[in-house]
């Protein structure tokens, strides 16, 4: 029997770290939390509705413009190997590491959403799942 992925479990799609500072739509209260490193969301849905605000925040708050740009700051170098993560997401995404996202595009964000995911977990994303996601922004 194989497990899943832990941002599979923890319907966390993106693996969010906790933070105190945020509070995301649909996450699971801290009482009841199982995982002490990352978010856990009361279903996939609302985890990639977080991944996807998270990535728009990026936009907005710190003026990430390219893919790249987007995953030095999601996958730093201390934690990931950040080249192989940003040429890993613009491959499944099929576009240069210079390719700017529209942030505001629903197609562009879930198939953003959906390599990072795939990265993170190992396994293709349900496109029906991201979408539902961006349908609770």
Known sequence: MTTQP??????????????DATDWQ??????????????????????????IKLLQNYRRKYGCQTIADFISRWAPRTENN?????????????VPTTYVPNVEDKTTMCAF????????NGVPAVMADVEKGWALL
Do not use: W
């Not at 832990?6 to 933070?19: D, K, V």
């Open 6 to 19: 832990r941002g599979l479990r923890n319907n966390n799609p993106g693996n969010i770290r906790n933070s």
């Open 26 to 51: 649909g996450e699971i209260p801290a009482s009841k939390k199982q995982d002490n490193t990352f978010e856990e969301f009361e279903d996939i849905a609302h985890g990639y509705r977080a991944l």
């Open 82 to 94: 950040t080249s192989g993560y940003i040429s890993r997401v613009c491959q499944e995404m099929q």
């Open 113 to 120: 959403a959906a390599a990072i995911s795939q990265v993170e």
